[in-house]
């Protein structure tokens, strides 16, 4: 099924107490955890520098009741935020889980404000769907670059050792399920035995894996993936070798708002602020503010597998503080009609359909009315000219299903026991977005990559102790 592999062949070349395959957000913040907590620490990293999925994403993390929130006077509480978990859930993710990322999301925000310096902020001129407060919490440039690079760098200040161009592609396991460490290829072709006492997947799950993706995805099967590549998904291959529980290997971070042929991310930001999406006959087609991930799904059902996403200046200076948006801005994505007739022009959609949309849509806002597929709408969301189109298609940001964990990131075996000494965190665990896209709420991917990482990187210390 892929080219990961176990050996129960026990010999090592070199022990560690504690090993983590990749050095993303649930990587480097379970080797900060771990190393803080005074167990040394080795990270395995594919690539020659860290990055991952992580830094492709807005690095946008929610978390509640922290003191930026407070702050601002934003009223909110790890149950608030549990409860919009498990409502666009639809009560299927894991209450442990749930219950241990939604009451370790604000410690972990501050943890990394307060001991690495990274400067959060919240973001509070606009929010996603589902979310019942304003709790995203961002770096200044909006980026998982910036994130990834402050954790690589507080890694570093930390002597936490992450060799770099190294790939794991062999478990090696005792027959009860104990690990015992990673083969790993080098990147000059040499292969070496690392042993642990602890091991923690942070591997990401299998966007980046076709085969994986049109057998458990099939909706998503052709679809562009926006994820990492090196996300080939080793742990629920593992996992599956080894006899874990996966869980939910259908759920997904879609994201129904991809620029082409650009592949830019055009944030979701533009739809709550009272943008639509119509697809080449100048029709909607749902309701867009569901949320970005299943409306990937939704736009590649349309003709041509596109749609455009339209909104107003307003919105487009929303928008703007995402260097993505700016980048479709200066790639020429973005066009400009003085008059919805004009815009129908650029865009090449039948006017008359399209303007029948829109004005439908603008004098819904302004009564604060419901459209027929349930959207309800808002007189501030109220567009003016000129106005803004960008094409857009659906894709694949990265998958949701994986090794099924407790709330601290062990794994389980099939009968829901736990495997002694093996953990997971991020997109290599289950995470709690229950079975489809639709149950992704926005942020639900850095949220169970930070906080499980952090979870999984104390619980291996103790698992060592005891
Ligand atoms: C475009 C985009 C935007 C997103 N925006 C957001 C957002 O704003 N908020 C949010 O919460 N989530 C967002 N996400 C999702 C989020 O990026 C991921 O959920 C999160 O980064 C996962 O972190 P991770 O540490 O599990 O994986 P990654 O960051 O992908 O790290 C995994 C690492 O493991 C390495 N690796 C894999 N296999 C091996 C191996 N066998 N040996 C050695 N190394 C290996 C990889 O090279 C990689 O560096 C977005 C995703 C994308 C693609």
């Given at each position: 099924m892929g080219t990961v592999s176990i050996s129960f062949?026990?010999?090592?070349d070199v022990e560690v107490p504690l090993l983590i395959v990749g050095a993303g957000a649930a990587g480097l913040c379970a080797a900060l955890a771990a190393t803080e907590a005074g167990i040394e620490v080795l990270v395995i990293e594919r690539d020659a520098v860290p990055a991952g999925s992580t830094a492709l994403s807005a690095g946008l993390i929610p978390a509640a009741a922290t003191r930026l929130q407070r702050a601002k006077g934003i009223v909110d509480s790890p149950q608030l935020f549990a409860a919009d978990i498990q409502r666009k859930a639809k009560g299927e993710a894991d209450a442990a889980v749930v219950d241990a990322v939604a009451h370790g999301s604000g410690p972990l925000v501050e943890w990394l404000m307060d001991r690495?310096?990274?400067?959060f902020e919240v973001v509070d001129n606009f929010n996603y769907p589902?979310?019942?407060?304003l709790r995203m919490h961002g770096l200044p440039t909006r980026t998982g670059s910036e994130l990834v690079d402050r954790l690589r760098q507080a890694a570093e200040r930390g002597d936490i050792t992450i060799l770099p161009q190294r790939v794991a592609d062999v478990l090696l396991a005792e027959p009860d399920g104990r690990i015992r460490g990673v083969e790993i290829l080098r990147g000059d072709g040499e292969r070496e035995r690392i042993g642990c006492n602890a091991l923690i997947?942070?591997?990401?799950?299998?966007?980046?894996?076709p085969d994986l993706v049109r057998r458990f995805i099939p909706e998503m099967g052709d679809a562009l993936y926006f994820g990492h590549?090196?996300?080939?998904?080793d742990a629920v291959m593992w996992g599956e070798a080894l006899g874990a529980k996966l869980a939910h290997l259908g759920a997904y971070q879609g994201h129904?708002?991809?620029?082409?042929?650009?592949?830019?991310l055009i944030t979701w930001a533009v739809i709550m602020q009272g943008g639509i999406q119509v697809n080449r006959d100048g029709s909607r087609f749902c309701d867009?503010?569901?949320?970005?991930s299943e409306q990937a799904a939704e736009v590649l059902r349309q003709p041509g597998a596109i749609a455009w996403t339209v909104f107003d200046a307003r919105i487009a200076a929303v928008a703007r503080q995402f260097e993505d948006f700016r980048a479709a801005e200066r790639a020429g994505a973005i066009l400009t009609g003085d008059t919805v007739a004009e815009l129908a022009g650029a865009m090449g959609v039948p006017a008359a359909t399209f303007a029948s949309e829109w004005m439908d849509v603008e004098n819904l806002k302004a009564k604060s009315g419901q459209d027929h597929y349930g959207r309800q709408y808002a007189p501030e969301q109220l567009c003016a000219a000129p106005l803004h189109a960008v094409k857009v298609t659906g894709a694949l940001f990265?998958?949701?299903?994986g090794l099924a964990i407790d709330g601290v990131g062990r794994v389980r075996r099939k009968?829901?026991?736990?495997?002694?000494n093996l953990f997971a965190a991020g997109g290599a665990a289950a995470g709690?977005?229950?079975?489809?896209?639709?149950?992704?709420?926005?942020g639900n991917g850095l949220l169970t990559a930070t906080v499980l990482g952090r979870l999984a990187g104390q619980a291996a210390m103790l698992r060592r102790r005891g």
């Open positions: 062949d026990a010999d090592v690495y310096g990274l400067p589902g979310h019942s407060a997947l942070a591997c990401n799950g299998f966007g980046g894996n590549p090196g996300n080939r998904g129904g708002s991809v620029a082409t042929p650009h592949n830019i867009e503010s569901q949320g970005y990265h998958t949701q299903g009968d829901g026991t736990l495997f002694p709690v977005s229950g079975s489809s896209a639709a149950g992704y709420l926005s």
